[in-house]
Structure formats: structure tokens, C-alpha cells
């Protein structure tokens, strides 16, 4: 069996887990060799990429029988060669639908809906002056994108509003001058729910999962996600920070912090396998970020396709076995078809 890893960048010296995916791979008696998207000769099906003995070096090889593609690519070029790839090698993870898509769907399951924030469409001004005069505080969210970027905070406050971007507040009377810089038909606007640590400080938790060697969801990590101020998305990659997940529950929850963690892990996995079947069974790792409120109750806030593994905790040599006991896992599947 043979594993390709597809990653952006040319040199596998300088990406931090490929010496671990490696060893684990070779414990598990399958090869595994690493690329980049340039690399790819199309025309004869192979790749010239890395393979670790003692230090890494270079050979051709054939396609592989599945491609792990985790790494985002940077490029137009890179992104064109790996969706020409995808379509001949099967690859571990699956794009999901933007966030608009992903909430009608949580919305239309019996338990997920009561999980969720009041949130809508977004089209005119009218309609967000309308819903934040309902709410008083909501979150616009890119309906694409990722790691917290362009998030823009509403917060009505007698008749002026607060609007936090990039961490910058800017106060103003009339919405309407300031939305009408922005194109609304890429948002989507959500209620904002307080979720906060002691301390006063916006934190809410990531639910990061995964299949393993039977093609069975698993948690790979829970952890919480703490802004550094108020009114900023608390993502670790915009300046958040985090801290383990137990005792940071104990100092939050105090008797409850089991019940608070066991919801979670519930709520994530349930999550996971109702997306995946929606998407008949494609789907492998996913993040499903959720807060809490301050009357315990948690809340949806999005999922995320491809989440960042956290470096603080253990799990970074267990999401690597599962990772590619799952590889196994659907390669012996596909065989088994034929």
C-alpha cells in the first residue's frame, strides 16, 4: 500500500509533522512518500516526490492509492494540479459547503436546530439594521473563509452602534454609511451570544474529530479558544490563546465540568457523522466550534472541514495513527469493492 502526502510546500525539512506521518506509515507496514503539486507528472501517472531513509530523499513513484491533503494549497497553479489529482486518487479529506449551506442543514435535523443561533442571509441593510434592533449584538461572518478574517462585531447601544473589525471599534449613528462599504451577499449575519471566561474575556471551545481505523468518528481534541479582548474572534491564529481542556473547565464550571466536556464530545461527534452521511460517508476530519452561554447552554457556532491541529496537547501522535490507519481503512474498503 502507498500513501502520498500532498503538501504546498516543495520541501518536506520544512513541515513539522511529515517526519511523524513517516514513522508512523512505517510501523504500520505501508509506504509512504511525500510531494508537492508540481511534482506531478500527469501524463505518465507518476510523482517525483520524498521518501524518509535515515534523511529524505527523492525517487519517482506511481500514484499513490490515496493522497492525504491536509496542507492548503497556495497557488492558482498548485490548487489546478490538485483538483486534476483528485479526480484520479482518492484523497482522505472532502470540502464541505460554505457556512450558509452547512447552517440550513444543522437546521433541518430536530436536535441540531435548538443548538443554534438565530442567524439569516444576508441581502440588504435593511435586514441587518433589523436584526441587530432585535438582538443587539450580532456577529457578520464571511460565508467563506476561515481562521476568524473579516469578522465584523455589531453592537446596538442606546441609538448608536459600536462596530468592532480587526480589533478596532468604531462608534456611529447610522449603520447604514458603514455597511454600505461592504458587499453583504458575502456574509452571513449571526446572533452574537455572549460566551465569556470568568475573567470577562470571549472564549468559546473547538471539537476537533476524525475517523479511525474502522472509518468511525473519534474525538482528536477538545479545547477552549480564548480571545485576548472583547469583541475578537477568539481563532489561536488572530492572537487567541488556549489552555487544556480540564482545567480550564474546572475553573469555569467548578462540579459541572464533566457534564460540560461529556456535551461537547457528544454534540461533535453527533455533528460529524450526521455532515458525513449527508455527504455519503466522504468527509474525515472536521472542527465544530461551539459556545456557551451564560446559562450553560451550548451553541453551534460553525464547522470547519479542515481544522488546525493544536500543538499544545497530546494529541498530535494519536490524530497522526488514526490518520493513517484511516488511509488503510479506505484503501482496504476500495479494494474490497472490486
Not at 450558509?100 to 442543514?105: F, S, T, W
Not at 455597511?179 to 471551545?205: H, N, W
Not at 469555569?252 to 455533528?271: P, T
Request: net charge positive.
Amino acid at each position: 500500500m502507498l500513501i502520498g502526502v500532498m503538501h504546498s510546500r516543495r520541501d518536506p525539512n520544512t513541515v513539522s509533522r511529515i517526519y511523524t506521518l513517516a514513522a508512523v506509515a512505517k510501523l504500520e507496514g505501508v509506504d509512504l512518500f511525500y510531494f508537492s503539486p508540481s511534482q506531478i507528472d500527469f501524463t505518465n501517472k507518476k510523482i517525483y516526490g520524498y521518501y524518509y531513509e535515515e534523511e529524505w530523499k527523492q525517487k519517482e513513484f506511481p500514484y499513490p492509492d490515496i493522497v492525504i491533503n491536509t496542507s492548503r494549497m497556495k497557488t492558482e497553479k498548485q490548487k489546478k494540479n490538485k483538483l486534476r489529482l483528485g479526480k484520479e486518487v482518492p484523497f482522505t479529506e472532502s470540502k464541505i459547503h460554505n457556512k450558509e449551506y452547512i447552517n440550513n442543514l444543522l437546521q433541518k435535523h430536530p436536535v441540531f436546530k435548538n443548538y443554534l443561533p438565530d442567524s439569516i442571509v444576508v441581502r440588504t441593510i435593511k435586514q441587518v439594521i433589523k436584526f441587530v434592533d432585535k438582538h443587539s449584538k450580532a456577529v457578520l461572518k464571511p460565508s467563506v473563509g476561515s481562521k476568524g478574517k473579516r469578522v465584523i462585531f455589531i453592537i446596538k447601544e442606546g441609538n448608536q452602534y459600536s462596530i468592532y473589525k480587526d480589533g478596532k471599534e468604531e462608534i456611529v449613528r447610522n449603520l447604514k454609511h458603514t455597511l454600505s462599504r461592504l458587499d453583504l451577499t458575502e456574509y452571513i449575519l449571526q446572533q452574537f451570544i455572549v460566551s465569556e471566561t470568568k475573567a470577562g474575556l470571549p472564549a468559546d471551545f473547538r471539537v476537533h474529530t476524525q475517523k479511525d481505523s474502522s472509518g468511525k468518528y473519534v474525538i482528536v481534541s477538545v479545547y477552549p479558544r480564548i480571545s485576548e479582548r472583547k469583541y475578537r474572534v477568539s481563532n489561536i491564529s488572530q492572537g487567541g490563546y488556549s489552555a487544556h481542556i480540564n482545567y480550564y473547565l474546572k475553573n469555569q464550571f467548578n462540579d459541572d465540568w464533566r457534564v460540560i466536556h461529556n456535551k461537547l464530545k457528544f454534540l461533535g461527534l453527533q455533528i460529524s457523522e450526521y455532515l458525513d452521511e449527508h455527504y455519503n460517508n466522504k468527509l474525515n476530519q472536521l472542527g465544530v466550534d461551539i459556545c456557551i452561554d451564560e446559562d450553560n447552554k451550548l451553541n453551534i457556532i460553525e464547522v470547519n472541514w479542515r481544522p488546525g491541529l493544536h500543538v499544545l496537547f497530546s494529541s498530535n501522535v494519536n490524530h497522526i495513527k488514526n490518520l493513517i490507519k484511516y488511509c488503510i481503512y479506505r484503501v482496504n474498503k476500495s479494494n474490497d469493492l472490486l
